[in-house]
């Protein structure tokens, strides 16, 4: 009874399978054993997944095994055993038994409503191995009792992997409320935004500004398993040049002329949660030695003192340089930039996202409107058509404030064109003076296909053209759907 309780406890199918194996050994002193289970492969073939005293190249040798006894207990489904094999008549030609002077074996079949998920072989060179006729009917009593549990421990690991998908795709799809966008590219950045909200893997936000970086940083540190330590933002960029290795990592009293007390730093601040280092782009060179060795050994020394401090924050740095030039440029340390860069999430402009925009400017209204306590005004078709063609330079910030602007301008509870205000030297995009017609065709077929992830039949709609023209043009310009 104990051991059916103490097996049934175990929930990792591996450790499992070593624990049936060492019971049965103990049970019946014998020195060898394995456990042969289905191979998922090859569903007819048994593959090696727990040994003791026999190496995993043995196991698999079935010339070191009895092949004949494992295969007849799998296709009888009934346990073997035998007192002696010298004197056994079934075992008279099995070269391995002599080969290895085996004088007892007992094999048995884990079988789990009609399914033979196995076998356990356990065999003895000791003559005083406890083989008698009583272990038969525990050896047959065992092994229904380690299938049942085998089997509930594989649906537990089943059911952990299949939670644990469930809950990345929850956070994807639900735990990123602040955060709007159906967008093919916003999708990719929620997929791995929740792939890092249960560890602590340093992640680095990189993308143009007015992006919504800093936004990525927060969902990740609220919905994560920090979420009730501090989260501590830090624009590296806003900080004097003299003042940030204080301002990070803090100074002792007297360290410096205006250190009149002791002073704990930023990455001190969030320790437990996440420290948010915007722009780390603009981070000088010798403050950047100093945060390396943070992020080695988690140790901090503020300035002015001989005492190092451990410190757990997580990191998520953002930046809208591009940190590779930076080092070809010699102001950004190679080594951080890849201490830094263990996960890489882009944050796409808002011309990548053109998807996005209507549901972008629903939410600006809204929440423009709420603030003003006014009633959140509609958009027309045209206001849409126009905020979708708009080259966003200032990307999701640049609507915000758009959005906004006409909130407060509204007067009769509708947003059009004109209200939007947008200025039209920027939302000619890439056309230039001089361009052919061709060629302007041609930027606005692909800019228009890439505002509406590749649907032709809006991208129609929107340029005032056949479908058939669409098809036609992509072909004649060669331009990949």
């Known amino acids: 009874m104990n051991i059916s309780r103490n097996i049934n406890l175990i929930k990792d199918p591996d450790e499992l399978l070593e624990n049936i194996l060492s019971i049965a050994l103990e049970q019946l002193s014998a020195e060898r054993g394995f456990i042969l289970l289905e191979d998922k492969d090859e569903p007819q073939e048994l593959a090696p997944k727990a040994a003791r005293n026999i190496d995993s190249v043995n196991i698999a040798d079935q010339a070191q095994i009895s092949h004949s006894t494992i295969e007849k207990v799998k296709s009888t489904r009934q346990p073997i055993l035998s007192f002696d094999t010298l004197s056994d008549e079934h075992f008279d030609a099995t070269r391995s038994i002599m080969m290895h002077r085996i004088r007892s074996i007992a094999c048995a079949p884990l079988v789990h409503k009609d399914e033979v998920l196995g076998v356990i072989y356990i065999d003895s060179q000791n003559e005083k191995a406890r083989f008698t006729r009583q272990s038969l009917a525990f050896l047959q009593a065992f092994a229904n009792q380690a299938a049942i549990a085998l089997q509930n421990a594989r649906l537990m ?283 302007i065709s041609k930027e606005l077929l692909t800019k228009t296909l890439k505002a509406v992830d590749g649907n032709k039949t809006r991208a129609a709609e929107m340029m005032g053209v056949s479908l058939r023209w669409i098809h036609y043009k992509l072909k004649e310009w060669n331009i990949s759907e």
């Not at 795709?169 to 792939?195: C, N, P, T, W």
């Not at 730093?265 to 945060?291: C, R, S, W, Y």
């Not at 330079?393 to 909130?407: D, M, Q």
């Open 157 to 439: 690991a089943r059911l952990q992997e299949e939670n644990s998908l469930l809950k990345e795709e929850f956070h994807r799809l639900y735990a990123f409320k602040e955060i709007i966008g159906k967008s093919k590219a916003m999708d990719r950045v929620f997929q791995m935004m929740g792939k890092v909200l249960n560890n602590d893997a340093t992640v680095l936000i990189t993308g143009p500004t007015g992006t919504g970086k800093e936004l990525i940083a927060r969902a990740i540190h609220f919905n994560g398993l920090r979420k009730d330590k501090p989260f501590v933002p830090v624009n590296c960029g806003a900080i004097p040049e003299n003042l940030i290795e204080s301002e990070l990592f803090g100074h002792k009293k007297g360290a410096f002329t205006g250190a009149v007390q002791d002073k704990k730093g930023l990455i001190e601040m969030a320790h437990g949660g996440t420290l948010f280092l915007d722009e780390i782009g603009e981070l000088p060179l010798n403050t950047q030695v100093k945060l390396l060795r943070f992020l080695q050994d988690g140790q901090l020394t503020p300035v002015g003192d001989v005492r190092s401090r451990q410190i757990d924050a997580r990191i998520i740095a953002a930046t809208n340089r591009d940190l590779l030039k930076a080092i070809d440029d010699g102001v950004f340390r190679e080594d951080l930039y890849y201490r830094i860069n263990v996960i890489h999430i882009p944050a796409p402009p808002l011309s990548e996202r053109r998807k996005d925009i209507p549901l972008l400017a629903k939410h600006f209204s809204k929440k423009a409107a709420k603030r003003f306590n006014q009633k959140p005004p509609g958009l027309t078709t045209a206001a849409v058509d126009a905020l979708m063609q708009y080259a966003w330079p200032g990307n999701v910030r640049e609507l915000e404030n758009t959005i906004e602007r006409a909130v407060v301008m509204d007067s009769d509870g509708v947003i059009d064109v004109d209200d939007l205000a947008l200025p039209q030297a920027r939302s000619n995009g890439g056309i230039a003076a001089g361009m052919t017609l061709e060629a």
